[in-house]
């Protein structure tokens, strides 16, 4: 593992420095899991369903601190925090963090949730993606260009060809109550032609299973970086595909983004599902 501080404006080495993200985002699973243990007391944010936990700022402000200890020339994007590090404009590198993804899930009690961490460029490539889910153990990751792994082993997506045969995953936006775009003509378009619709309640997690075979696809709306950057390399590296809506390669560039995410052989289907709710 890496130790003190690096020049990291400078080419790095993305196989050098999984170890440590790792071992952070299994860290702050610890730091997750007992606050699970203890009363959890969620206050509102911009809803009464939007909201956060002690866990989640307590998570993320331990994340942050370790990033920005290894890598100090780096921009940090994280959920409860907003931009830390580096400044955004000066910084080669910027990590997009997390810390419960999944959170209504976590102040119920529900054990569906997770940790996600990404390394992109200024202009959001994604390079390096991990996804902890604290309750399973288990630690989704990718770099691009070099596959994507669940606990160190190989994953990849599912063979699946036909919408019929397809289990798809989707989310709701927290504006739903007011906002007549909501996902309810979505989702009703897609429960006729597959064979199963799943609402887990985390993207993050929803993604690293269609990268792992556990689903065929999912789409959602209004994802923030933070919450798709990590997963959606880890599809990708998994032989899936991830657009937005009108099949545009770039979704993680919009603040408020609109994501498909395949195998791959369903994308096509999946978007024209999506353009006949209109």
């Known amino acids: 593992m890496l130790r003190g501080q690096m020049d990291t404006n400078e080419s790095i080495e993305l196989s050098d420095i999984l170890p440590d ?6 860290s702050a699973g610890e730091i997750v899991m007992r606050h699970l243990e203890a009363p959890i007391r969620p206050a509102l944010k911009t809803s009464r369903i939007d909201i956060v936990t002690a866990a989640d700022t307590e998570t993320e402000a331990f994340i942050v601190k370790e990033l920005t200890a290894r890598f100090p020339d780096h921009h940090i994007v994280g959920e409860e925090g907003g931009g830390q590090g580096a400044p955004a404009e000066r910084a080669l590198y910027h990590w997009f963090v997390d810390p419960i993804d999944g959170t209504v899930n976590f102040a119920s009690r529900l054990p569906y949730f997770c940790t996600s961490i990404a390394l992109a460029t200024a202009d959001r490539d994604p390079l390096l993606g991990v996804v902890f889910d604290p309750t399973r153990g288990e630690c989704f990751t990718a770099i691009k260009g070099r596959g994507a792994h669940l606990d160190g082993r ?30 309810e003509k979505e989702w009703a ?12 309640g985390s993207a993050a997690l929803d993604m690293s299973y269609v990268a792992s075979g556990r689903l065929d696809g999912f789409w959602e709306m209004n994802l923030k970086p933070y919450d798709a950057m990590a997963a959606l390399l880890i599809v990708r590296e998994a032989g899936g595909k991830v657009t937005d809506y009108e099949g545009g390669d770039f979704p993680q560039r919009q603040n408020r983004g609109r994501y498909v995410a395949s195998n791959g052989r369903l994308h096509a ?10």
């Not at 993200?21 to 299994?26: K, M, N, S």
């Not at 190989?154 to 996902?183: C, M, R, W």
Request: charged share 25%.
């Open 21 to 26: 993200v790792v071992a952070i985002a299994r």
């Open 154 to 183: 190989a994953i990849e997506v599912t063979q699946t060809s036909d919408l019929i045969d397809a289990v798809i995953a989707s989310g709701f936006p927290y504006d739903k109550h007011t906002n007549p775009d909501n996902n």
């Open 189 to 200: 378009a897609f429960l006729s032609r597959i064979r199963g619709e799943r609402r887990l």
């Open 269 to 278: 289907a999946m978007l024209d599902v999506l353009r006949s709710a209109r």
